[in-house]
C-alpha cells in the first residue's frame, strides 16, 4: 500500500487536494476609495462561486481547488474587469488588489461587458509606453535569473546584451537615465556590487517573491516622474497573508538561498507583515567548475520587510525596506585571461552596502480625494581597491575609492476626482543628498586625487497633471514637471502630454511628447582636475541637466481577449549635452555601462544626440495553457561631441529581436500538477566599440584607445538560446506546493563578445567572452 501511495504521488495523481482561497481588496482606481458591496465572480470553476465586497472594500473566495483561475469584479457605475489566469498553488493564498474606472456612460446606456487590459500600466496617468509586469512574468521567462531588469529586457525597445551586469538599455540611451523607484520613493542603484552613479549590477537585490504588480515605462513619461531621460522602474511591494501565516523557502544559482514568512500583525487580522532573507548561492558554482564569468567568489546577502498596517483612525500606513552587503576579491594569481572584472596583473577588491526603508501613509480625505506621503531614508556605499601585482610578488597599491551616498526623501501628492472622467493629481518631492566621495589613483608613482566631496546638495521637485477622459474613445493627459538642483542653481521646466484616442472597442491611437531632464551621474559634478600649480579643481559643478524631447506615435490592436499587436515609432532629440571643451569625441551619453566613470573635467554642454526607431510587440497572453511574445526594434543612437563629428553611441546595437514562448502540461488526475515548458530566443546588433591602439598602449604600459576613432568598429552580433523545463507540485492534503525547474541558458554555448582589452603581460589585445553555457536552478517551496 505504501508503494502505491508513494507512486501516485510520482505521477502527480493526488488522492485529495487541499483547497485554497482567493482574496483582496476592490478599490476606486482614481480615488482609492474601497467599494463596498462590489461583485466578485470566480467564472473559471462549475458551477461559479461568488461574494461581495465588504465596508473595507475586501473579499474572500475559499474552497477553491488549486490552478489558474478567472475573475469578474463589477460594481454599479463602472467599468466592469476580467481578470484571467490567476494562479492558486495549494501552498499559497492568491491576494489581489483590483481597482476599477468609473463608467463613462448614462446608466440606461449600460451594457455588462468585462475588458481585459493585461498591457495596461498600474499607473493610470501612464498611458503611452508604458505596462505592468507581474511576478510570475518575473519568475516565468526563461533566462531570467529571478531578475526585473533582465525581465525588462523581453519588451520591445530594451536591451540588456551583457551577460555579467543587468544595466538595461531602453531605445539607446545610457542606462544612467533608469529611475528606480519603490513604493513611490526614488531610490539608489537597487543591485548588489553597485557603484555610485550607475543603476545596474550583476546580481540584482530586489527580491522577486516580495514584488506585486508593477510599471515599466520607456519614454514620455507622466509628469509625477522626475530626474529620468531612459525610462523609469516603479517597482510595488506586495502585503502579506493578513489571515495566516504563510512560508517560502528557494534556492536559485543567482538569486541564492532565500527564506520567507509572512501573516497577521495581529490576532484581529487588521494588518500584515512580509520578511525575507537571501544569502548567495554562487559559489556551488564555481565548487563544480561552472563559468559564470569570474574564478572570484561573489558573496552577497540581503533583507527585505513589509509592514502593512491596514485602515487605522489615522489612515493607511505602511512601512517598508531593502538592506544587503556584497563583497569580492579578484587575485591576480587565480585571475583567467578571460576573466569579465579582473586583470592577471593586479589584486582588486571591492565591497558595497546598501540600504533603504520608507514609511508611506494614505489618507482619504473623502470619496473623491486623498493625500499620500512618503519620508524615507537610503544609504548606497562602495570601496574598490586595487594593488598592482610586481615581479617579486610584492603589492603596490594603485587606486583606492571610497563612496557613500546617503539620501533624505520627502513626497507628498493630493489626487482628487473633479468629476466623473476627470483626474487631478499634484505634489512635491524633496531629495537631500548626504556625499563622502574620496578616490586617487597613481601616475608614475604619484597619488593623484580625483574626487574628495564630502558634503550636501539639494534635488527639489513638483508636479501637476491632469486627465481628461472626454468619452470612452477619448482620453486627454497633460501636466508639467518642475526640477531644481542647489549645487549649480540648475532649473528646469518640463511640459508632458498624451493622448488616447480608441478607434473602437479593438485598436487605439496613441500620441505621447515630454521633456526630461536629469541630473548628471555623481561622479561627473564631483570630480576634480588637477592643477599645473597642484591645486585641485572641481570643474564640472556648472554643467546643466542632461536634457532631451520625447516624441511617440504608437498603435495597438487587439485580437479576441489573448492577442495583442503593438507598434511605437519614437524620435528622442538629446539637448546641450555635457562634452568636453577640449575637440574630442567625448560625450556623456556613453557612459554608465560599467562599475565606472571617466575621469574627465571642465565639460560643457555643447553636445547633441538623437534616438530613433520603431518598435513592434505581437504577444498571446497566457491562456490554453500557452503563452507567446515576439518584440522588435529597429533603431538608431547617434551623437557628436565637442569635435561635432556625428558617431554611433556605446548604445546602439540597431536591432533587437526576442522571442518567448511557454506551455503548461497539467498532469495528475485533477490535473492540478504542472510539467511547464519554455524557451527565450535573443539576438542584437554587435555593439560598436573604439579600438585600442596596440603600439601606444605597449609604450604606455597601459591600455590606450584611438578616441579620434571612437565607436566606428562593431562587435558580431549578440545570440542567446534559453529553454527552461520545470515542475510545479500542489501537496495532497497539505498547504504546501513545490516548483522546481533547470533553466539551460545559451544552450548552444554561443561565443558573444563581452569586450577586447590590452593585456600588459602578452602585450596583446586580448578578446573576452561572456558568458557561455549555464545551467540555473530553481527550487521554491511554499506551505
Same mark, same amino acid.
Given at each position: 500500500m505504501r ?8 505521477l $502527480?495523481?493526488p488522492?485529495?487536494i487541499k483547497?485554497?482561497?482567493i482574496?483582496g481588496?476592490? +478599490?476606486?482606481?482614481l480615488?482609492q476609495?474601497?467599494l ?8 473559471s470553476? %462549475?458551477?461559479?462561486?461568488?461574494t461581495?465586497?465588504?465596508a ?7 474552497d477553491?481547488?488549486? =490552478? ?5 469584479v ?7 474587469v476580467s ?6 498553488t ?13 463608467s +463613462? ?9 468585462? &475588458?481585459?487590459? &493585461?498591457?495596461?500600466?498600474?499607473n493610470?496617468?501612464?498611458t ?5 509586469f507581474?511576478?510570475e512574468e ?7 535569473r529571478?531578475?526585473?531588469s ?8 530594451v ?6 551586469r543587468?544595466?538595461i ?9 533608469? +529611475?528606480w523607484?519603490i513604493?513611490g520613493?526614488?531610490?539608489p542603484?537597487?543591485?548588489h556590487?553597485?557603484? *555610485?552613479g ?7 537585490a530586489?527580491? @522577486? ?11 514620455a513619461?507622466?509628469?509625477?516622474y522626475?530626474?529620468?531621460?531612459a525610462?523609469?522602474f516603479d517597482?510595488q511591494?506586495?502585503s ?32 500584515s507583515?512580509?520578511?525575507s ?23 552577497y ?7 502593512d498596517?491596514?485602515k @487605522? ?17 579578484f +587575485?591576480?594569481?587565480d585571475?583567467e585571461s ?16 546598501? =540600504? ?6 494614505? /489618507? ?8 499620500? @506621503? ?5 544609504t ?7 594593488d ?8 603596490n ?5 571610497d ?8 513626497s ?5 476626482k ?7 493629481r499634484? $505634489?512635491?518631492?524633496?531629495? &537631500? ?14 597619488w593623484? #586625487?580625483f ?9 527639489? #521637485?513638483?508636479?501637476g497633471?491632469?486627465q /481628461?477622459?472626454?468619452? &470612452?474613445?477619448?482620453t486627454?493627459?497633460?501636466?508639467l514637471h518642475?526640477?531644481y ?8 521646466i ?12 479593438h ?17 561627473v559634478?564631483l570630480?576634480k582636475?588637477? #592643477? ?13 541637466f542632461l536634457?532631451s ?6 498603435y ?7 492577442w495583442r499587436?503593438k507598434?511605437?515609432i ?9 562634452v568636453?571643451?577640449?575637440i574630442?569625441?567625448?560625450?556623456i551619453?556613453?557612459? $554608465?555601462a560599467?562599475f565606472?566613470?571617466p575621469?574627465?573635467?571642465? *565639460? ?8 530613433? =526607431?520603431?518598435?513592434?510587440?505581437l504577444?498571446?497572453f ?24 556625428d ?7 540597431n536591432y ?10 497539467p498532469?495528475g488526475?485533477?490535473k ?7 524557451f527565450? /530566443? ?6 560598436y566599440?573604439?579600438?585600442?591602439d596596440?603600439d601606444a598602449s605597449i609604450?604606455?604600459?597601459? %591600455?590606450?584607445?584611438?578616441n579620434?576613432?571612437?565607436?566606428? %568598429?562593431?562587435?558580431?552580433p549578440y545570440?542567446?538560446l534559453?529553454?527552461?523545463? =520545470? ?25 558573444n563578445?563581452?569586450? #577586447?582589452?590590452?593585456?600588459n ?5 586580448? @578578446?573576452?567572452y561572456q558568458?557561455?553555457?549555464?545551467p540555473?536552478v ?6
Amino acid at each position: 500500500m505504501r508503494q502505491l501511495l508513494f507512486t501516485l504521488v510520482l505521477l $502527480g495523481i493526488p488522492l485529495m487536494i487541499k483547497a485554497q482561497t482567493i482574496k483582496g481588496t476592490v +478599490l476606486d482606481k482614481l480615488s482609492q476609495e474601497p467599494l463596498i458591496g462590489a461583485n466578485v465572480i470566480l467564472t473559471s470553476v %462549475e458551477p461559479e462561486m461568488g461574494t461581495v465586497t465588504d465596508a473595507e472594500g475586501r473579499f474572500s473566495i475559499t474552497d477553491v481547488n488549486p =490552478g489558474r483561475h478567472h475573475l469578474m469584479v463589477s460594481y454599479l457605475g463602472y467599468e466592469t474587469v476580467s481578470l484571467p489566469n490567476i494562479l492558486l498553488t495549494s501552498g499559497k493564498d492568491a491576494i489581489m488588489e483590483i481597482t476599477l474606472d468609473e463608467s +463613462l456612460v448614462q446608466m440606461d446606456e449600460v451594457v455588462v461587458t468585462s &475588458k481585459v487590459e &493585461k498591457d495596461k500600466a498600474n499607473n493610470d496617468m501612464a498611458t503611452v509606453s508604458s505596462r505592468m509586469f507581474t511576478l510570475e512574468e518575473v519568475t516565468r521567462y526563461s533566462g531570467g535569473r529571478n531578475d526585473v531588469s533582465r525581465m525588462a529586457a523581453n519588451f520591445a525597445g530594451v536591451n540588456i546584451s551583457n551577460d555579467s551586469r543587468n544595466d538595461i538599455v531602453i531605445r539607446g540611451n545610457s542606462p544612467t537615465g533608469v +529611475l528606480w523607484r519603490i513604493e513611490g520613493m526614488p531610490v539608489p542603484n537597487p543591485n548588489h556590487f553597485a557603484t *555610485l552613479g550607475t543603476t545596474g549590477g550583476p546580481v540584482s537585490a530586489l527580491n @522577486t517573491n516580495a514584488l506585486k504588480n508593477s510599471d515599466f515605462l520607456t519614454s514620455a513619461f507622466p509628469a509625477e516622474y522626475g530626474n529620468a531621460n531612459a525610462g523609469v522602474f516603479d517597482i510595488q511591494f506586495r502585503s502579506g497573508n493578513r489571515d495566516r501565516w504563510e512560508f517560502t523557502g528557494q534556492l536559485a544559482a543567482f538569486s541564492g538561498l532565500e527564506f520567507m514568512v509572512e501573516g497577521p500583525l495581529s490576532k484581529k487580522k487588521k494588518g500584515s507583515f512580509l520578511l525575507s532573507y537571501r544569502h548567495s548561492f554562487v559559489e556551488l558554482a564555481t565548487a563544480v567548475n561552472l563559468n559564470i564569468g569570474t574564478t572570484a567568489t561573489p558573496a552577497y546577502r540581503d533583507i527585505t520587510f513589509k509592514i502593512d498596517l491596514g485602515k @487605522t483612525k489615522s489612515g493607511y500606513w505602511t512601512f517598508w525596506g531593502i538592506g544587503g552587503t556584497s563583497d569580492i576579491d579578484f +587575485l591576480a594569481e587565480d585571475v583567467e585571461s578571460d576573466d569579465f572584472f579582473a586583470n592577471q596583473d593586479e589584486d582588486s577588491y571591492a565591497t558595497s552596502l546598501l =540600504g533603504m526603508t520608507g514609511i508611506t501613509h494614505r /489618507w482619504l480625505l473623502n470619496n473623491d480625494t486623498y493625500v499620500k @506621503t512618503i519620508i524615507g531614508l537610503s544609504t548606497a556605499a562602495n570601496t574598490f581597491d586595487v594593488d598592482e601585482v610586481l615581479q617579486d610578488s610584492e603589492r603596490n597599491r594603485i587606486l583606492e575609492i571610497d563612496d557613500k551616498n546617503s539620501r533624505f526623501t520627502l513626497s507628498s501628492y493630493i489626487n482628487s476626482k473633479l468629476g466623473t472622467g476627470i483626474n487631478l493629481r499634484a $505634489g512635491i518631492l524633496y531629495e &537631500k543628498y548626504f556625499l563622502d566621495t574620496y578616490g586617487r589613483d597613481k601616475d608614475h608613482g604619484e597619488w593623484i #586625487q580625483f574626487r574628495d566631496f564630502e558634503d550636501n546638495l539639494d534635488l527639489y #521637485q513638483a508636479f501637476g497633471q491632469l486627465q /481628461w477622459r472626454l468619452s &470612452k474613445s477619448l482620453t486627454l493627459n497633460g501636466g508639467l514637471h518642475l526640477q531644481y538642483l542647489d549645487l549649480n542653481q540648475d532649473f528646469a521646466i518640463e511640459p508632458r502630454a498624451a493622448i488616447n484616442w480608441h478607434l473602437d472597442d479593438h485598436q487605439s491611437i496613441n500620441l505621447g511628447f515630454g521633456i526630461h531632464n536629469q541630473m548628471l551621474p555623481l561622479p561627473v559634478y564631483l570630480y576634480k582636475n588637477l #592643477q599645473p600649480d597642484g591645486s585641485l579643481v572641481q570643474s564640472n559643478l556648472d554643467v546643466s541637466f542632461l536634457k532631451s524631447a520625447h516624441y511617440v506615435l504608437g498603435y495597438d490592436r487587439s485580437f479576441g481577449t489573448d492577442w495583442r499587436l503593438k507598434t511605437e515609432i519614437y524620435y528622442q532629440d538629446q539637448i546641450d549635452v555635457a562634452v568636453d571643451q577640449e575637440i574630442n569625441s567625448f560625450s556623456i551619453l556613453n557612459v $554608465g555601462a560599467d562599475f565606472g566613470f571617466p575621469e574627465i573635467g571642465f *565639460l560643457q554642454n555643447a553636445g547633441d544626440g538623437a534616438n530613433y =526607431g520603431v518598435e513592434l510587440t505581437l504577444e498571446k497572453f497566457f491562456s490554453k495553457s500557452f503563452y507567446l511574445l515576439t518584440t522588435g526594434s529597429l533603431y538608431e543612437s547617434r551623437y557628436s561631441g565637442s569635435d561635432r563629428v556625428d558617431r554611433n553611441t556605446a548604445f546602439n546595437n540597431n536591432y533587437v529581436y526576442n522571442l518567448l514562448g511557454g506551455k503548461e502540461f497539467p498532469v495528475g488526475k485533477r490535473k492540478t500538477n504542472v510539467i511547464t515548458v519554455d524557451f527565450k /530566443w535573443t539576438t542584437t546588433g554587435g555593439r560598436y566599440y573604439t579600438p585600442i591602439d596596440l603600439d601606444a598602449s605597449i609604450a604606455a604600459g597601459r %591600455e590606450i584607445k584611438l578616441n579620434e576613432q571612437a565607436f566606428s %568598429e562593431r562587435f558580431d552580433p549578440y545570440f542567446r538560446l534559453d529553454i527552461k523545463v =520545470g515542475f510545479r507540485l500542489n501537496s495532497t492534503g497539505k498547504k504546501l506546493s513545490q516548483q522546481f525547474y533547470l533553466d539551460f541558458q545559451n544552450i548552444t554555448n554561443h561565443q558573444n563578445i563581452f569586450t #577586447q582589452r590590452y593585456n600588459n603581460s602578452s602585450k596583446e589585445i586580448d @578578446t573576452i567572452y561572456q558568458i557561455g553555457f549555464f545551467p540555473d536552478v530553481l527550487y521554491r517551496i511554499q506551505f
